[in-house]
């Protein structure tokens, strides 16, 4: 990968996050090679079930708990496969360097994508509302700011 310890197990636990959240990636062929072998290792960690298990591959995720949820929601979903977890599909080939392109995907469907994208326009919606609330306050402080201006006109 052509990068240092810390910089590939960076880049394969952020490829790994990504998989997990969306279901599939799209990358290079080389990476996806990289990921792939390591969520096939993750789900047959997480077959087994344990709370051994658990700590494992929670602090292979840097010990993100909503993550490592999420992945245990994608288990039952693999109970009668004992392999093949994920598939590559080609792509076309990068324009700007011509790099082999894949999307890595699991090979069975679960509900798991569906429920992060009702999260992600959750989250929207709030941060909407936090948006609304900022504006209602900028408008609150300004206010003040002026009545504090004029009361200071009016002492001197």
């Given at each position: 990968?052509s990068?240092?310890?810390?910089?590939?197990g960076a880049?394969?636990?952020?490829?790994?996050?990504?998989?997990?959240?969306?279901?599939?990636?799209?990358?290079?062929?080389?990476?996806?090679?990289?990921v792939?072998?390591?969520?096939?290792?993750?789900?047959?960690q997480?077959?087994?079930?344990?709370?051994?298990?658990?700590?494992?591959?929670?602090?292979?995720?840097?010990n993100?708990?909503?993550?490592t949820?999420?992945?245990?929601?994608?288990?039952?979903?693999?109970?009668?496969?004992?392999?093949?977890?994920?598939?590559?599909?080609?792509?076309?080939?990068?324009?700007?360097?011509?790099?082999?392109?894949?999307?890595?995907?699991?090979?069975?469907?679960?509900?798991?994508?569906?429920?992060?994208?009702?999260?992600?326009e959750?989250?929207?919606?709030?941060?909407?509302?936090?948006?609304?609330?900022?504006?209602?306050?900028?408008?609150r402080?300004?206010?003040?700011?002026?009545?504090?201006?004029?009361s200071v006109?009016?002492?001197?």
């Amino acid at each position: 990968m052509s990068r240092d310890r810390g910089s590939r197990g960076a880049l394969m636990r952020s490829l790994l996050r990504a998989l997990i959240i969306n279901g599939k990636i799209t990358t290079t062929h080389a990476k996806a090679d990289f990921v792939r072998i390591e969520a096939e290792k993750l789900i047959k960690q997480a077959r087994k079930n344990g709370y051994n298990d658990k700590r494992k591959i929670m602090a292979f995720l840097a010990n993100n708990r909503q993550l490592t949820e999420l992945l245990y929601k994608n288990v039952p979903v693999f109970a009668g496969v004992t392999s093949g977890f994920t598939k590559l599909t080609k792509l076309p080939a990068r324009k700007g360097d011509n790099a082999k392109m894949v999307r890595l995907e699991w090979s069975r469907k679960s509900s798991i994508s569906k429920e992060s994208k009702s999260k992600k326009e959750e989250n929207k919606t709030s941060a909407t509302k936090i948006q609304t609330d900022k504006k209602s306050l900028r408008g609150r402080l300004s206010s003040l700011s002026k009545r504090s201006a004029k009361s200071v006109k009016k002492s001197v």
